[in-house]
């Protein structure tokens, strides 16, 4: 596009790996825009601040931010340390964001609400190649058009949870009880504890972000004796959660699971297994919610929902995307991260050509490239924009060499020959060597 090669690469989203797709680009010499909806960098980020990630740092931190930063006389935290979301913010996010090189590509409040070819729809083909990207931004100053030469969507899943009912649609009721219900991981023990202490609490999801907030209740617990905790999972079989222990190589996650697996065996948390919420009703000023086959679970005081989040495709509907059917995550990686087929954290390497579309130059990376499978970890992210942003500089020699070891999860819950033969060649193609 070389009418083009003026304009610089837009990068959605100033979370992790947006920014380290900034520091990629920055790297080698390539014009960058970094568009952030949040007042800050890793705005979503801050507002898990309270949760403890089980990746420690050594697996936090891409390559090529690390270079920049200690070449302005930054010095990491300890490797083997294990940050908060707040921490990872302040010691680093925040000081990437602030090296000059950076600072002038990083726009703050900035809302990216639509992307096209500009002057073409999606359905127009003759010349689109050659024609910049138009992105839709929304300030506080008002809405404009900028232009780019490619598109890096990092803009995640957090703003987009899943919702209360099981089948993927909001329960009845949910929107009207909006003011009961939380999703994904609520500060209970510090910004929140008013709204949670002394209350029963529903938790419904069956993930590490449940975990995540169970853990936290029963500390208020400890101190608010008339807290009640009910743990809702759609499943049965929760050997993703509690499994691992000592065979994860990230001890944390391994830890949790047996944390919550105890937590339950002690009482401290009823579980109600096998739940598939379909409604929310009022029982007086609390809340009953049903379940399928005439289950229900109530009353109570809040609910949390920690159902895993999904992507937001509205961003880009007008260009041509290739997206796996279910996750909806890129097409390619479907069959190799698809949580029905296994739960193993282990992915096989994949670069630009497995995160890019049939849109030339439009590249879905982070855990928004995941769709709705839960298994990301950072350094996925930070390969994958290394590889993307290589592709972009034309040295496709380095966008295929592609490095991508993940510590082992030690968490399986079918063996590999049970599951491929149960699921056919998707299972047969995910889980054959990586698992």
Request: proline residues 7%; charged residues 20%.
């Amino acid at each position: 596009m070389p009418a083009n090669e003026s304009l610089p690469v837009a990068i959605v989203g100033g979370g992790p790996v947006g920014l380290a797709a900034a520091a990629q680009l920055v790297s080698r010499g390539m014009a960058v825009k970094l568009y952030e909806a949040g007042a800050a960098v890793g705005a979503h980020v801050a507002d898990w601040g309270h949760v403890r990630l089980f990746t420690p740092w050594r697996y936090c931190i891409d390559p090529a931010a690390r270079a920049l930063l200690e070449a302005a006389g930054w010095s990491a935290p300890p490797a083997d340390a294990m940050p908060t979301g707040e921490a990872l913010n302040r010691a680093y996010l925040a000081p990437l964001a602030r090296l000059p090189a950076l600072a002038a590509a990083v726009e703050t409040g900035a809302r990216v609400t639509a992307i096209s070819r500009q002057g073409l729809d999606k359905v127009t083909s003759r010349g689109r190649d050659g024609r910049p990207f138009v992105l839709r931004v929304e300030t506080a100053a008002g809405l404009r058009h900028d232009l780019a030469r490619a598109v890096i969507d990092a803009s995640g899943t957090w703003a987009t949870p899943n919702p209360l009912g099981a089948d993927g649609l909001p329960a009845q009721g949910e929107a009207a009880f909006a003011d009961k219900i939380a999703y994904g991981i609520p500060d209970v023990r510090g910004r929140d504890r008013e709204t949670y202490a002394g209350r029963t609490v529903l938790v419904v999801g069956g993930g590490h972000s449940a975990a995540n907030v169970l853990l936290d209740l029963v500390a208020l617990a400890k101190l608010e004796p008339t807290t009640r905790i009910i743990w809702a999972t759609r499943g049965r079989d929760l050997t993703r959660l509690y499994g691992g222990g000592q065979a994860d190589q990230l001890p944390a996650r391994g830890e949790l699971g047996l944390d919550v697996k105890n937590l339950v065996d002690s009482g401290k948390v009823t579980l109600v297994e096998g739940f598939a919420a379909t409604a929310v009703r009022a029982d007086g000023a609390r809340l009953v919610v049903e379940g399928a086959a005439g289950m229900a679970i109530g009353p109570v005081d809040r609910i949390v929902v920690a159902t895993g989040h999904r992507p937001d495709l509205s961003l880009a509907r007008e260009l041509r995307l290739d997206l796996d059917p279910w996750l909806e995550s890129a097409k390619a990686l479907g069959p190799l991260i698809d949580p029905n087929v296994h739960s193993c954290g282990s992915v096989p390497p994949h670069g630009h050509r497995e995160l890019s579309h049939p849109e030339p130059g439009f590249y879905t990376v982070g855990v928004k490239s995941y769709g709705r499978a839960p298994t990301f970890l950072l350094l996925t992210g930070y390969e994958q924009v290394r590889s993307v942003v290589a592709a972009l500089a034309g040295d496709l020699a380095a966008a295929d060499d592609v490095q991508l070891v993940l510590p082992e999860t030690g968490v399986c819950s079918i063996p590999v020959a049970a599951t491929a033969a149960a699921c056919g060649e998707r299972a047969a193609a995910c889980c054959g060597s990586a698992a």
